[in-house]
């Protein structure tokens, strides 16, 4: 299958022209799969709850989201996309899988990182497992990395590409998605955004540098740090399929949970 | 408090000779933690049950454990050393805490890597936490880091430090203790041995390079790829128990494990 990111630098609060730049970005390219960034419709750096209200989308009746589909049916490719979600439940940041059919399926970020938690509210969801036509694949939004517990949940569901939507400000997310690979033998989609944002008493740098890490951790896709860039790739999903690190060691049949009971003592 | 490892190169089968070289090694140096390769007695590349269980040591009566201890009360150190054990139930790849008080504390690897599963008896002791004078311990031998589990049970459990005894061979155990440390905010000693062993069907090159990752993930300390090396560092341990990433971000305050019983299932 053919899989890719789109890696740009949102305006901040210009969701019509953001929504351009990735159409822009995604109309050369023919794909079975692509993610985007997080937050990809609004940009990052809110200072508000009532401003980030007015910027969000909701998931149903979303203006970037119904763009990114018509496209994604058009080119016969799933989509995933982090976007601001405003629902009646509060407000998120969450992600969407959008597929050519015209189905979606919803992603919300279970660990918010810095002031994030000011202004949304944290994920309600599962971490869930979902077919598209190409490959299962499984949702993440940025500090979700930072616990390996959620990558371990999508791949023991049978995830064979983790779409993993960020906006990295710290510098460890590229090279923590080799481990993730490494101990899960899934693929990863890191799709970043590049760019500065200063707004209130924010400033952030995004790193860009996404980048596609392969069922055996090998990196076999990178973006620049501070350039647009889509990249499209051929991978086999169905090496995610087989645990197996050498003749002796199948990483998933070895497991050993009865071990690691503390892990989800409530 | 000041802790460290030592890095040597086993000689296959010359438990009295490995215990001498550790010895010498540790001589010249004052600590509170020591930590040691993993089968620190034996060496590694095993060819037979037969032969496992005429290397191997029982905890309780194990000369280089003992000579071991000796030193650890003559220096009053605590010490964690990676053996090959000899129990009743059957042959393990331990890991064993002296105190200088002469308890000492046993742990069982359980991840079993490559051709080990045709010598050892998988780990049956769970993964627990000891108090040494100093810090709060843990203990993991080398493929247990592939499981990141492993140590997140550790870090729950209160551990400040993880002993890590390792032999390793490939190539990602240095660089994913950075992210052991990063998303438990522990301390990581990992004390690797050098040198190759060929012996029947198996050829291994160990890599050397041991190493201390910080609470913060910072690589505080780090030995050479092929040469004995004592390192001993100051380290504080009670930063291990401050979970904070930045002033939003509680690492385990922020977890919610009720998302990831999928990892505990049986």
Redesign the interface.
Known sequence: MKTGFIQFRPVFGDNTGNTQQMLDLIAPHEADLLVLPELANSGYAFTSKDELASIAEPYDNSPTLDALQAVAKEKNCSMVAGFAEKASEGLFNSAALLRPDGSRELYRK??L??????FFE?GNL??EVYDTDAARIGMMIC?DW?????A??LA??GAQVICHSVNFVLP?GQ??A??TS??NRVYMVTANRYGEEKRGEFAFTFTGGSQITAAN?DVIATAPLDEDAAVVIDIDPALADDKK??K??D?FA?????????????
């Open positions: 279970l660990y990182y810095g002031a994030e938690n000011r944290p599962p971490l500090f930072f616990y390996p517990e959620c371990r949940v023991l569901k460890w090279r923590g080799v481990f490494l101990w951790s690190l050498n002796y060691n990483l070895d497991r050993r949970p009865e071990f690691f009971k503390d892990i989800t003592d409530v």
